[in-house]
């Protein structure tokens, strides 16, 4: 999963405020990399196809949600 990461169309969610955001760029074959907006010179976590929908899946089902204080 070799790809220029100076070539890749980076994005935040429009949620993002404060400069406190990860980017994510999806890469050729599926996977995706993501990166701290605030230090864009560290290279990004690279993760596959599946892993990025595992993922997705539980954000989306509230598995990764804060704890109620």
């Known amino acids: 999963m070799e790809a220029n990461?100076?070539?890749l169309l980076w994005f935040k969610s429009s949620a993002s405020?404060?400069?406190n955001c990860?980017?994510?760029a999806h890469l050729p074959g599926g996977g995706v990399?993501?990166?701290d907006s605030k230090d864009r010179g560290k290279?990004?976590?690279?993760y596959t196809r599946?892993?990025?929908q595992a993922f997705l899946v539980?954000?989306?089902n509230g598995e990764f949600d804060l704890p109620l204080a």
């Open 5 to 7: 990461l100076g070539e």
């Open 17 to 19: 405020a404060a400069g």
């Open 22 to 24: 990860v980017e994510v």
């Open 33 to 35: 990399a993501v990166r």
């Open 43 to 46: 290279a990004p976590h690279i």
């Open 50 to 52: 599946g892993e990025w």
């Open 58 to 60: 539980g954000a989306k």
